[in-house]
């Protein structure tokens, strides 16, 4: 693997993690929907005018804007709107450990769909992800850094990010560019959050200060746009190959939030690390699923 790669994926890990700490820095002095529509507007916005403007991509289709809602609606809606829910009730690093499960979530919802049999070996994953996270949460679960409730809500938005990814995968984009794709379902998904936003919004909760600005815009550009950019980079040199760099996210959630909010760090956050790792590592090495016989 070439110094390129390498360091296009160190990034990768960095950004994609940091964004549950971004999200935290923001809770500080914002409600969670007006932090989550303001994102999604700036970064859907960028690559929308990227996208038409800079590359002279078309726009969709007409028989296009059905699958962006619908896409939108589970990768942006959904997922990113529990999301940023639940942070609000756990730790930047467990929120962190938390998405880094979604692969083996895709793998067992994909299986599901395609009426697939699960391996041994899926099951093994499933489950030493499972406890890892909820081995790192059970400290948390003591003090104010997390509660059953979030945990509830975290894995509801990876179960909804993990149906957005066999959508996408299932779906004939008819040779759409994927910016295309990623800044119109980002503004769908995050428009059709505005109801909840306007029966939610209470303005005395708001405050668009130094964490507001800071944390969305970094959510918005450096991980909507930058990280997923990182991603398809790695994933175009090599498919099996990106997926590992999955591995580094828990631990630079786990790192950033212990650096930037001084969130504690113990045993019991290594051993979920260490599993939710083993996990992702067994997922990767051996299929989840087998052809339905």
Not at 24 to 53: D, E, N, Y
Request: proline share 3%; glycine share 6%.
């Amino acid at each position: 693997m070439n110094n390129k790669i390498t360091w296009i994926g160190i990034a990768f890990a960095f950004l994609w993690a940091s964004a549950s700490t971004a999200t935290k820095i923001s809770l500080q002095t914002t409600q969670p929907f007006v932090i989550a529509l303001s994102r999604f507007l700036i970064a859907g916005s960028i690559m929308i005018f990227v996208t038409h403007c800079v590359l002279r991509q078309p726009l969709p289709a007409k028989t296009d804007w059905k699958k962006l809602l619908i896409y939108g609606l589970l990768n942006i809606s959904f997922y990113l709107g529990l999301y940023v829910v639940a942070m609000q009730k756990i730790s930047a690093g467990l929120g962190t450990l938390a998405v880094c499960v979604n692969p083996v979530f895709i793998s067992f919802i994909a299986a599901i769909v395609f009426r697939q049999h699960i391996a041994a070996a899926g099951y093994v994953s499933l489950l030493l992800c499972c406890a890892g996270v909820f081995i790192a949460a059970w400290p948390l679960l003591q003090t104010s850094y997390a509660s059953a409730g979030g945990i509830a809500l975290i894995m509801a938005s990876m179960f909804a990010y993990s149906a957005g990814a066999v959508y996408y995968s299932r779906t004939q984009w008819n040779g759409m560019h994927i910016l295309t794709i990623n800044g119109w379902q980002t503004l769908l998904g995050g428009m059709l959050l505005l109801p909840v936003l306007l029966l939610t919004y209470q303005s005395h909760k708001n405050n668009f200060d130094f964490h507001f600005w800071s944390g969305t815009l970094w959510l918005a550009i450096p991980v909507s746009i930058g990280a997923v950019q990182c991603w398809l980079l790695l994933l175009k040199h090599d498919t099996v190959k990106a997926a590992y760099w999955l591995f580094l996210c828990p631990v630079f959630g786990f790192l950033i939030a212990w650096a930037v909010l001084k969130e504690p760090l113990s045993l019991y956050s290594l051993v979920g690390v260490i599993l939710v790792i083993a996990g992702l590592y067994i997922a990767q090495q051996f299929k989840i699923s087998a052809q339905k016989e």
